[in-house]
């Protein structure tokens, strides 16, 4: 399975295959692209990963992430 999301800095992609037990054949990527806001005329990095670099994780990896943003990031945590 094949999956992915872009939004205006972002493209975030998994990629997962049922079948293979081989290191790597799942994995999740953000990878952030150049974005230059409307009304500011500038790229602007964001943290220390600037347009272009991917980070690349495995699923696993993502899950815990996932469990770390709803943790932090709920609505009663906002």
């Given at each position: 399975?094949?999956?992915?999301?872009n939004?205006?800095?972002f493209s975030?992609?998994?990629?997962?295959?049922?079948?293979?037990h081989q290191a790597g054949a799942n994995t999740v990527s953000i990878s952030?692209?150049?974005y230059v806001?409307?009304?500011?005329g500038y790229a602007?990095?964001?943290g220390d990963v600037t347009p272009g670099q991917t980070v690349t994780?495995?699923?696993k990896e993502a899950k815990?992430?996932?469990l770390f943003l709803n943790q932090y990031l709920s609505p009663s945590n906002g």
């Open positions: 399975m094949n999956r992915s999301k939004t205006k800095r975030f992609k998994i990629s997962t295959n049922e079948t293979s952030l692209k150049d806001p409307v009304d500011r602007t990095p964001v994780m495995t699923v815990a992430f996932q």
